[in-house]
């Protein structure tokens, strides 16, 4: 099945009060095994890139070579969206010519009447293509690829102009962060959520930061609109995680255990195990 846009599969998860997750990929393996656990749970996916995450992966032409290929030989049928993440304006550009199915334009730094100038014209091409935009007011906390935010909360009537402009998601800063969660974390603020929901409508918002982010108040933000949920640091905690014990364990010094796919093995199946998870979480299993 050829990559699609998120807007249909986004559309369905607001109506049926779930969520899509966006698993952030960074090689190989964190890509066949996301797509694997997608195809063997029956759920939509998106694929998530960084900018960071394309110059490290050759390239952004290399990663729709490298996935387009890998959903033709594993026979995967369930929706897929390749999905530009936290992209700057001339990044979104790039990932659109690529052969990307979808972007994040983040003008979150930007005034708002930049942010409102930039997202315009990005929603007449991506309209033109085919392609689902999303579009980021109130910048995430913590930092991504260099792009540092506080963890603000959002203007409700700043997402609703936003939301007005044609695009097809929102992420908008609810107190979230990217990486680990602080002990002093304050939580998420369900009043602007709820608030932002109330003026955009049927828009399909975005949780960013979903690692560390507890249960119930996932299962809170999805009952207030969020749809699409990002998740990065997660896999890559369990990854290294299962790496790091196949180490200690000598287990690479056994035969041929150096050899990277042996090596690799044990955190391509932790991402998988944590991919499962998140979708039971988010409510998206048999959802294709």
Excluded at 79 to 85: G, I, K, N, S, T
Excluded at 201 to 228: C, E, Q, R, W
Aim: net charge negative; with cysteine; aromatic share 6%.
């Amino acid at each position: 099945m050829p990559l699609v846009n998120a807007k249909e599969m986004l559309t369905k998860a607001k109506a049926g009060q779930y969520a899509v997750g966006q698993f952030n990929i960074n090689n190989l393996e964190w890509t066949k095994a996301i797509l694997l656990t997608a195809q063997e749970n029956n759920s939509p996916v998106i694929l998530g890139v960084s900018e960071g995450a394309g110059k490290y992966m050759c390239g952004y032409k290399t990663i729709v070579g490298m996935v387009n290929g890998m959903i033709e030989e594993l026979n995967i049928t369930v929706p897929v969206a390749l999905h530009l993440d936290h992209g700057s304006y001339d990044g979104a550009k790039a990932c659109i010519e690529a052969g990307f199915s979808s972007v994040m334009f983040d003008g979150s730094h930007y005034s708002i009447e930049e942010n409102i100038a930039k997202t315009t014209e990005l929603v007449g091409i991506c309209n033109e293509l085919g392609l689902s935009l999303e579009a980021e007011v109130g910048s995430i906390g913590g930092e991504e690829d260099g792009v540092v935010g506080a963890g603000e909360c959002a203007d409700p009537d700043e997402c609703k102009m936003i939301a007005d402009l044609g695009i097809t998601m929102l992420a908008a800063g609810i107190g979230n962060i990217h990486g680990k969660y602080p002990e002093n974390w304050a939580g998420l603020s369900f009043d602007t959520l709820d608030a932002i929901q109330q003026k955009t409508g049927d828009m399909p918002l975005v949780l960013h930061g979903g690692t560390g982010i507890p249960a119930d108040m996932i299962k809170k933000a999805i009952s207030l609109g969020v749809s699409k949920i990002n998740v990065n640091t997660e896999c890559q905690l369990s990854f290294a995680e299962a790496t790091r014990k196949y180490i200690e364990d000598g287990k690479d010094l056994q035969g041929k255990g150096f050899d990277p796919r042996k090596l690799l093995a044990p955190g391509f199946e932790a991402i998988k195990a944590t991919v499962k998870e998140k979708m039971e979480l988010f409510g998206s299993i048999d959802k294709a």
